[in-house]
């Protein structure tokens, strides 16, 4: 992990506006880390300009996520006692404020023309996203830590952490830290029929999120509730995202997790084994076919009628 050491003048600006010192050091970081660019296509950005949005780490919301995800899920108050406690083995968990940063990553206009067209299974751009696009978020999380670390804050990536994982439960899957119902929290963007997570720039992006004891202003969700950007759940007319899974996922009650991971472990094996060419990488081939060629691509979809109204 990065070590910085911090001049008298980065910790004026830093004390001076906190949440600005943060939103451009990670715009810096997706701006010019050479891990952001897709090595098997002329180094072009894996990830357009981020979203960056704060959270109380003791918003009542956190405590509703152990209902809507999993009562296993951590809140940011407890993986930050378990990282004072367990990893830095301090005998007690006395850390005041608690603050997350949630950041989103939007996937550029080439990379989603190139999955839109895909019927079946992901295009090799897209595959390539996927997995170098985790590692770079790894990459993020762990500068941003270590940012927070250099001016004296405690600071963890959850999901980078040995507190982090994957549970098995009734019907597919649940983490024990949501980066989608994060970004929620932190004013960023709200659910979509297929499970996906629709901000400003759309619903073709990657999340992470880290928590600190910094106290941060915490960003205004600027949203009714958790389906407000999608437009089915708005009008009852989309259901594009439907139409555009090849594994039957995805239907007018929802999204169902295990049909989604067959297809993705199972039915696109082809595509890691080689069947379509040499070139894919990762655990699977990382379809993502539903959010591409669907509305809510590229930004907060608008229902026609408002949309005739605005022409």
């Not at 709200?190 to 960003?219: H, Q, W, Y």
Request: net charge positive.
């Amino acid at each position: 992990m990065t070590t910085f050491t911090v001049d008298k003048q980065t910790k004026r600006r830093f004390n001076s506006d906190p949440k600005l010192f943060i939103e451009k050091a990670i715009k810096n970081f997706v701006r010019t880390s050479p891990a952001n660019r897709l090595t098997s296509f002329h180094d072009q950005p894996i990830f357009d300009e981020p979203l960056i949005g704060f959270a109380d780490g003791d918003d009542p919301l956190f405590a509703e996520f152990k209902k809507i995800v999993h009562e296993k899920h951590l809140s940011p108050r407890e993986i930050l006692s378990l990282h004072l406690t367990e990893t830095l083995k301090h005998e007690t968990a006395e850390i005041g404020s608690i603050s997350v940063i949630s950041f989103v990553l939007p996937i550029p206009a080439e990379t989603k023309r190139s999955n839109a067209q895909e019927k079946e299974g992901p295009s090799l751009r897209w595959n390539h996203t996927r997995w170098q696009g985790q590692d770079f978020i790894s990459d993020l999380s762990k500068y941003l830590v270590s940012l927070l670390e250099s001016m004296g804050f405690l600071a963890i990536a959850p999901d980078l952490s040995p507190f982090f994982e994957i549970l098995l439960v009734p019907g597919g899957f649940a983490s024990k830290w949501s980066q989608r119902h994060i970004a929620y929290a932190a004013g960023l963007g709200t659910f979509s029929l297929n499970d996906g997570f629709i901000t400003s720039k759309g619903l073709a992006v990657r999340c992470g999120s880290v928590v600190t004891n910094l106290k941060l202003e915490p960003s205004i969700r600027p949203y009714t509730h958790h389906l407000a950007n999608c437009l089915f759940y708005a009008t009852g007319k989309c259901g594009k995202c439907i139409l555009r899974c090849p594994g039957g996922a995805i239907s007018e009650k929802g999204h169902d997790k295990l049909k989604c991971f067959q297809m993705l472990f199972e039915k696109q094996k082809p595509w890691i084994e080689g069947a379509y060419g040499k070139g894919y990488i990762g655990e699977y081939a990382g379809c993502g076919l539903c959010q591409t060629g669907v509305p809510c691509e590229n930004r907060i979809p608008v229902p026609e009628s408002k949309q005739q109204k605005v022409d």
